[in-house]
């Protein structure tokens, strides 16, 4: 069964530093990843996604990542941060089971910025 | 308009009562998605539909039934609620196995 951990529960960046928030899966195949950011009292946005091809993805508000396959990794990054970035990140991987692709979620990192 | 809606957004039940929770999309998705968010564990599946006549169980799907009453509507129901059913729910929809666009989330409060 596919796995994802996100190692960091809690992350605390000043604004206009960069921002790297860690992401590794366990899938026996090729995984389709995504991000995804959850602002207070919101649902979730797709912030980015990788399927195939180049493995440097880039998304929505300046956020990037890359696809590291050799270290089951996809980590995401910004370089320079806002105020409004504050919130909570998720990352996922979607699996087949059957014809349906199931996502299952990291435990999801909270990001602070500080003015 | 929001593509994907949930009602209530918020609801607070006691024990022991049955609850209904609406998703309702105009994206025109086939399939459609039951999550539930706690603290620390992030989202987990409860159930998922690939069409009106397709329901499956997800990973958390005991204490929970759902009901795919249209393409365009899905919804939970806890037939008994408990307190630990207390959580963040959250509708997502896709088309196929594309990429899941979420609801805005329904808060649960069981006492």
């Known amino acids: 069964a596919q796995s994802v951990t996100q190692p960091d529960i809690h992350i605390t960046v000043s604004e206009g530093a960069s921002l790297e928030l860690r992401c590794n899966y366990s899938y026996g195949a090729t995984p389709y990843l995504f991000w995804y950011v959850q602002s207070p009292g919101q649902g979730l946005q797709l912030l980015l996604k990788y399927f195939s091809g180049d493995t440097l993805v880039q998304g929505i508000k300046g956020f990037e990542a890359e696809f590291k396959r050799s270290q089951s990794s996809f980590n995401l990054r910004k370089p320079s941060v806002h105020w409004s970035d504050a919130a909570e990140y998720f990352c996922?991987?979607?699996?087949?089971?059957?014809?349906?692709?199931?996502?299952?979620f990291g435990s999801g990192t909270q990001l602070t910025v500080l003015p | 308009d929001a593509d994907v809606t949930q009602t209530p957004r918020n609801r607070i039940t006691k024990t022991g009562k049955r609850i209904m929770l609406e998703c309702s999309q105009t994206k025109g998705h086939d399939r459609m998605y039951w999550y539930r968010q706690d603290p620390g564990l992030g989202l987990r599946l409860i159930y998922y539909?690939?069409?009106?006549?397709?329901?499956n169980k997800g990973e958390i799907s005991d204490g929970y039934s759902v009901s795919r009453q249209a393409q365009a509507k899905f919804s939970l129901s806890l037939e008994s609620a408990i307190p630990n059913q207390t959580a963040l729910y959250f509708c997502a929809t896709s088309e196929g196995t594309d990429t899941q666009y979420f609801g805005p989330g329904t808060r649960l409060t069981v006492l």
């Open positions: 996922a991987v979607g699996a087949f089971s059957g014809s349906a692709r199931q996502l299952t």
């Open positions: 539909s690939f069409d009106v006549k397709d329901i």
